[in-house]
């Protein structure tokens, strides 16, 4: 499942429901605070419980006689989902280990049913545990879900250098680079917000919408842009969501929309999130109803916390008897 959908986009979707108010660049922040409410929102998609079959990873580790410890590399790992033991002649061959928050070392070996993390270095390197310490060669298989990317830019790299531009044609303009754009064949930008920077002249600067695009040419929905030859500017892709694929925008739509609300509109912010955390707890993937309530009512419980906070703040002070 493919993700095109970028965070600028969304941001700029979402600028007519707050009055088209800033969403980056406030208080002279550079890109704030919309690129720290994205990551935000991913993390809120991606952290336990939820569990999705596109953010899902596989790993197996062999185990040794006498050795409770495991070291190994797994940059991407967020959490982990579930376990198995498995073993050619076992009955039955593959049993699912009990995961726990954390297992002393085991003194006694026997066949492993219960797995713990120990350990994680920061850098990639996650240290699992298991009780009992093995008295055989099996393989354990780790069924993890993925930690969410960061974003560090709403922008990130260059898709090419600009060598020219066409005066804009009923509310488009096209970007030329002789030595292509990466990803532009046959339509590969359309849909995307793409930024255009150091153009000579600043009516072809700015975001804009990608139409249409080719292995050299780039069509923008810029209906001011004028027409210029030799060094022409750079063209950089907007950061997408990705990993999460464009048929959830539904979901950081509405996280972006309540989180910007905060900033502005408060009773809007605590009725946007609600439908947030509902949204996402709606279309989450293996959660029983009572995890789903527990979930929401955790939620619920800290916008209502935060209401009162807000309530406090603003309230006028008593005046002195």
Known sequence: ?????????TMNWAAAFILNRPSSGVAGAYQEPGLTIAN?????????PFAWQWNRSIFNVATSVGQSDYTVSLPNFGWLEKATLSLSGMTPPVVELQISPLIAASG???????IAMVDDDNAGNVTFRLMAIPDQVYTVTLIYQKAPVQATTLFGASLGSITSIAAAVAGSTVYTASGGFTGGAA???VGQYLIISTATSSANNGIFFCTASSATTITLN???GMLQAGAAGTAQAGTTWAPIP???NFLYERGMLAHLHAIYDMATYAMELQLFF?????CSEGLSDTAKAIFLE???????????????STAAPKRAQ
């Open 222 to 224: 810029n209906q001011n």
């Open 108 to 114: 006694k070996n026997n066949r492993p049913f219960k």
């Open 246 to 248: 464009d048929k959830y």
């Open 298 to 312: 955790d939620r619920l419980d800290m916008l209502r916390t935060e209401a009162a906070a807000q309530a406090a």
């Open 187 to 189: 339509n590969g930008l």
């Open 1 to 9: 499942m493919a993700t095109k959908n970028t965070i600028q986009g």
């Open 40 to 48: 935000l929102i991913m993390s809120t998609i991606l952290a336990p």
């Open 278 to 282: 509902r949204q996402l707890v709606n």
